[in-house]
């Protein structure tokens, strides 16, 4: 069990550029979340996936972002015409198919963007 | 609807000292509870997790935590503090027939003096 892998690990970019983050799930985990975390705040839900299905996209998850799970292993979040306003870090985390209550959710160690 | 409230942004104790950070959860159903840990730099790390059996949970590195129904209550103790033990602590509720997703506490940010 390697745990969740995110790369890159930071990333700067300028303003209006677009960026793409990965993450590899603990294998045979079915659930991947993506997280938003913002300094001095908790993270927030972004989105997740039961295998390469979207089951949920919160309202923070504007028409610039984009997250995919083609083969129902990897996932990628893309951020089109980056803003100011996107810099914080990206978590993800992945889970087993919650079968009981209170599943573990496990997570990545998180990629930095700062928007220049 | 649910949310959590992490009553202290900010927490600081000396090395040997109890540790209490408190928590306050809002759920219209039986929730599940978790602490994670996050230090800097670092991801999250799952400390403990509630899930309606014992009361009493305890976790890893000495922490435990009692839900208290009454009180809407989750509050995460430990003993003795240890320098180690500096770093962001998140209280998280979650409602497993939402696809397990995570609702974050504000954070408190425990210090540890010598």
């Known amino acids: 069990d390697t745990g969740v892998s995110q790369n890159p690990r930071h990333k700067i970019t300028k303003r209006g550029q677009n960026v793409t983050f990965r993450c590899d799930p603990i294998?045979?985990?079915?659930?991947l979340y993506w997280y938003r975390q913002t300094l001095g705040q908790g993270p927030e839900f972004l989105t997740y996936?039961?295998?390469?299905?979207?089951?949920?996209k919160s309202r923070l998850l504007s028409d610039r972002f984009s997250a995919e799970r083609p083969k129902g292993s990897f996932s990628t979040l893309e951020i089109q015409r980056t803003e100011q306003g996107d810099s914080a870090m990206y978590l993800c985390?992945?889970?087993?198919?919650?079968?009981?209550?209170?599943?573990?959710?496990?997570f990545g160690e998180g990629s930095w963007l700062t928007v220049v | 609807a649910q949310s959590v409230t992490q009553l202290d942004s900010h927490v600081s104790v000396s090395e040997g000292t109890p540790v209490l950070l408190r928590c306050n959860y809002s759920?219209?159903?039986?929730?599940?509870l978790f602490w994670y840990v996050q230090h800097p730099n670092k991801g999250l790390q799952l400390l403990l997790k509630?899930?309606?059996?014992?009361?009493l949970v305890k976790g890893i590195n000495g922490f435990e935590a009692e839900f208290k129904k009454s009180e809407t209550s989750f509050h995460l103790t430990k003993p003795s503090a240890h320098m180690s033990d500096a770093a962001e602590y998140f209280c998280?509720?979650?409602?497993?027939?939402?696809?397990?997703?995570?609702?974050f506490g504000q954070g408190t940010e425990l210090s540890v003096k010598p």
């Open positions: 294998s045979e985990h079915n659930r």
């Open positions: 509630y899930t309606s059996a014992a009361t």
């Open positions: 998280v509720v979650s409602r497993y027939n939402q696809g397990g997703k995570l609702i």
């Open positions: 759920s219209s159903y039986s929730p599940s």
């Open positions: 985390a992945s889970s087993p198919r919650q079968e009981t209550r209170g599943n573990t959710i496990y």
């Open positions: 996936f039961q295998n390469e299905a979207q089951l949920e």
